[in-house]
């Protein structure tokens, strides 16, 4: 009897033993998962936070400009130019954009730009008018301060360095005699090859699905350097106040 007492009690202590090595084992599996699907969530974010994404938008701004007298004797009178207004125009961007941060990103791209001015005037039997244009290329480097996953606020600027690949006026006339006309001009003299702006944007990311997001960007730009040679009759900078929209893909 005490014999079987004894098998008994050496049983109980037996599979007590295989229990608890059995809920180490498990434990420790679980603690093993835990610190897998830590790491790969870490790896994740860390591929997250070195993202490039490629995009392209469409650009339109309402441009005017700031226009002044030469200094010493290349100056001349603003004229009629004093009463000049202001031009909606379209302008284009491809570029890239790599997240450096989870709240910071480096944007670069290439751009064809335009901003000009216009004048209108009219009288019982004249009138005159004109629109101007520029039209540069630029190469817009931004810093952007980025918040959010699904929708993404996007706040930040840059410079953008332009170079001058046109200028053109369209004008129209009508004189007391009854007669109108029309001519383009198209000229670079007097004008700057070169010249850089300063950007400011502020806007949203809408993720569309997968890899596909929206934006929309609105966008002001201010001209830092002439439009026009030194020697030429006035300084002119543009301005201008848009909106960017297109589509961003990450890579």
């Known amino acids: 009897m005490i014999r079987m007492k004894n098998w008994v009690l050496v049983m109980v202590l037996l599979l007590s033993g295989a229990n608890f090595g059995f ?16 790491e790969k969530k870490e790896k994740k974010e860390r591929v997250k936070d070195n993202t490039t994404s490629v995009f392209g938008t469409a650009n339109w701004s309402f441009t005017t400009r700031k226009l002044e007298s030469n200094d010493g004797l290349f100056g001349d009178s603003l004229g009629k ?3 000049e207004k202001g ?5 284009f961007e491809l570029g890239f954009r790599n997240k450096l941060h989870k709240y910071l990103s480096f944007e670069g791209g290439i751009s064809y730009m335009k901003n000009g001015e216009s004048y209108s005037m009219e009288e ?12 540069y290329v630029g190469m817009p480097i931004k810093l952007y301060f980025t918040y959010g996953d699904k929708v ?9 360095p332009q170079m001058l690949v046109g200028y053109k006026q369209d004008r129209e006339w009508k004189t007391t005699l009854g007669s109108s006309g ?11 090859s070169f010249v850089i702006s300063a950007v400011v944007n502020v806007g949203i990311q809408v993720n569309l699905g997968g890899n ?5 960007v609105p966008e002001y730009k201010i001209q830092l ?12 900078y543009g301005r201008s106040l848009g909106f960017n929209f297109g589509v961003i893909v990450d890579l």
């Open 87 to 91: 031009l909606g125009t379209w302008s």
């Open 23 to 38: 809920s180490q084992v498990e434990l420790s599996t679980e603690e093993t998962k835990k610190e897998k699907k830590k």
């Open 81 to 83: 130019r004093a009463d």
């Open 124 to 135: 019982s039997d004249t009138a005159y008018a004109y629109e101007t244009r520029y039209s």
């Open 152 to 160: 993404k606020l996007l706040a930040g600027g840059g410079v953008v």
């Open 182 to 192: 029309s001519e383009t001009v198209k000229t670079k003299i007097d004008y700057s």
């Open 225 to 236: 350097t002439s439009s026009m040679i030194k020697t030429a009759d006035y300084k002119h």
């Open 212 to 216: 596909w997001s929206a934006l929309f």
